[in-house]
């Protein structure tokens, strides 16, 4: 991993204790993960939420200068589903949602996601996100890395007025993705099970910014500690799964997802769960995918045959498995909310994230 007003691109000082104008000006969303949203009013607070979210990201990612806008407008115009600010605004249903400060916190969250993304890209040499050119194929690898610094300065910024706690929480979570980027590029040691580091790496990498932008809806809402905890928590795992099935959905996906061709793991080289377990196992019914899934399948009629004994192999399946096994712990951690529509509907996002087919 390696905007502002029309005249500044700071936010800083007493201009940022209250929300822009434009955050009360409800726009579309680009997108959201929509088929678990519930109905009624919190479905019409989330949607509502969602739209001061975009508004204010608009204002985060502007700059004086043209070509830094376009730059770092650049993936947030692509979409997205907006997990990490939708987490926030849903966990802070439990208390003052109303709380300026929680979408403050929901944008510091998708702006430092997006942030990693840039810089992932170019770890990854991707030429596409989210079904656009990414930044470092448009415009070199130097734009695409200062664009993400660029953005993590912004998320910064806002992250200032919501005082030394918050400060705290983020830098550690950041230390988190940065030690999970190290760990996944690295690889596991000698003696290490790869399942265990793939795991460690997903948690770190998606699982911690998921699990802080729970904490922040709740804790900005005046949600006390002790379900601040658990929402923490569900988030962390939550965010595991939604991680693990996005690459799932990488095999399975008939039409690919956030914009890419199914199998783009296995072009690059990419092993993800089930390629480990296919890699870890002794069936003689999986030696030719063990043979396939070595490296990189980069030719058109092997990758069409890995792809296919991928689909129907046991190791998609025991990959399954841990995905649910995920969702049903992050399910678990619900015993600390109180019933009604926030519980309900954090549950159906566990039921989701198992069942989703984009």
């Known amino acids: 991993m390696s905007g502002a007003g029309t005249t500044s691109p700071r936010r800083g000082g007493s201009e940022t204790q209250q929300e822009p104008d434009s955050w009360h000006r409800p726009s579309t969303p680009a997108s959201t993960i929509g088929p678990w949203l519930p109905d009624g009013e919190l479905g019409a607070a989330l949607v509502e939420g969602l739209a001061r979210v975009e508004a204010a990201l608009t204002v985060a990612v ?3 200068h043209a070509f830094v806008s376009e730059a770092a407008g650049h993936l947030m115009a692509a979409g997205g589903k907006r997990v990490r600010p939708m987490l926030a605004l849903l966990a802070a249903q439990l208390g003052d949602a109303d709380s300026p400060e929680v979408v403050q916190a929901a944008v510091v969250c998708e702006l430092t996601h997006l942030a990693t993304l840039y810089h992932d890209d170019v770890m990854d040499e991707a030429s596409v996100r989210r079904g656009a050119p990414s930044a470092n194929s448009r415009w070199g690898n130097s734009v695409a890395i200062l664009t993400g610094d660029f953005l993590f300065a912004r998320a910064s910024d806002l992250l200032a007025d919501l005082g030394p706690e918050a400060v705290r929480v983020q830098a550690r ?3 988190r993705l940065v030690t999970g980027q ?9 003696g290490e099970d790869p399942v265990d580091h793939y795991l460690g790496v ?3 990498k998606t699982g911690s910014l998921v699990a802080t932008s ?7 809402a005046g949600v006390d500690g002790e379900l601040v905890a658990a ?3 569900f988030g962390e795992d939550f965010g595991v799964a939604f991680q693990l099935s996005d690459d799932l959905l990488d095999i399975v996906s008939e039409g690919g997802t956030s914009g890419k061709s199914p199998g783009t793991d296995l072009r690059e080289g ?4 089930p390629v480990l377990f296919a890699l870890a196992g002794t069936d003689p019914a999986e030696a030719r995918l063990r043979e396939l899934v070595a490296g990189p399948v980069v030719d058109e009629v092997e990758h069409a045959e890995a792809l296919a004994l991928l689909r129907s192999s046991a190791s998609l399946a025991r990959a399954t498995a841990v ?7 992050a399910r678990a951690r619900l015993d600390a909310v109180p019933d009604g529509p926030v519980r309900e509907a954090l549950s159906a996002l566990c039921t989701f994230v198992v069942t989703r087919d984009s």
């Open 62 to 64: 502007a700059s004086d």
């Open 173 to 175: 979570t950041f230390e």
């Open 182 to 190: 190290l760990r996944e590029t690295v690889g596991a040691r000698p």
């Open 202 to 204: 997903l948690a770190d």
């Open 214 to 220: 729970a904490r922040f809806g709740a804790s900005f």
């Open 231 to 233: 929402l923490d928590a």
């Open 270 to 273: 990419i092993a993800t769960l």
């Open 323 to 329: 995905l649910e096994e995920y969702a049903d712990r």
